[in-house]
T-cell receptor, first 114, second 114 residues
Framework: KQEVTQIPAALSVPEGENLVLNCSFT??????LQWFRQDPGKGLTSLLL?????REQTSGRLNASLDKSSGRSTLYIAASQPGDSATYLC?????????????FGTGTQLKVEL | DAGVIQSPRHEVTEMGQEVTLRCKPI?????LFWYRQTMMRGLELLIY????????DSGMPEDRFSAKMPNASFSTLKIQPSEPRDSAVYFC????????????FGPGTRLTVL
């Protein structure tokens, strides 16, 4: 059974700092890996999706990398802003079934302070 | 498009009562997913549909839970009878035809069973 772990569980940083969120998974037979953002009282928003054949994806100040063989992914946020404060979740989809059955990590709660 | 719509946003009920959660997916999306989020277990997939047909319900916790999708624009998740341990946030998500890579989440229904 796939298990997804995220470290740290919570993180507080001053505005402007570059930061890295970590995600690890136990079964490397994945279809893709996604990073989501969750704001309080709201649903999830997909930030980046990395297919199993890819090594990284970038969107603006966000960069996600994937090392499938070691079961790890990182989300890099450059020049953090207070608006980045949210919970960040990674999720993996198994090879079997395509992108349907996502297994989520427990998330990293990020606070960016002025 | 208004995005995925869920109702009610908050539900408080007493143990033993029937609870019905509702979801309207994004128009044109043919996959629909129901998730449950708790502090203890994180975000878990309960069931998903393709073209109104249930494909995988292995995440449904027990027989007290049932889900239906009578048409492409409406789905329900029913709990009967409800128990305090069912208290959670329930999310509905939908995805594009032919691709489940990106799931679009609704705002969730916060259920409290007293």
């Amino acid at each position: 059974k796939q298990e997804v772990t995220q470290i740290p569980a919570a993180l507080s940083v001053p505005e402007g700092e570059n930061l890295v969120l970590n995600c690890s998974f136990t079964d490397s037979a994945i279809y893709n890996l996604q990073w989501f953002r969750q704001d309080p009282g709201k649903g999830l928003t997909s930030l980046l999706l990395i297919q199993s054949s890819q090594r990284e994806q970038t969107s603006g100040r966000l960069n996600a990398s994937l090392d499938k063989s070691s079961g790890r992914s990182t989300l890099y946020i450059a020049a953090s802003q207070p608006g980045d404060s949210a919970t960040y979740l990674c999720a993996v989809a198994p090879l079997e079934g395509g992108g349907n059955k996502l297994t989520f990590g427990t998330g990293t709660q990020l606070k960016v302070e002025l | 498009d208004a995005g995925v719509i869920q109702s009610p946003r908050h539900e408080v009920t007493e143990m033993g009562q029937e609870v019905t959660l509702r979801c309207k997916p994004i128009s044109g999306h043919d996959y629909l997913f129901w998730y449950r989020q708790t502090m203890m277990r994180g975000l878990e997939l309960l069931i998903y549909f393709n073209n109104n047909v249930p494909i995988d319900d292995s995440g449904m916790p027990e027989d007290r839970f049932s889900a239906k999708m009578p048409n492409a624009s409406f789905s329900t998740l029913k709990i009967q009878p409800s128990e305090p341990r069912d208290s959670a946030v329930y999310f509905c998500a939908s995805s594009l035809p032919g691709s489940t890579d990106t799931q679009y989440f609704g705002p969730g229904t916060r259920l409290t069973v007293l």
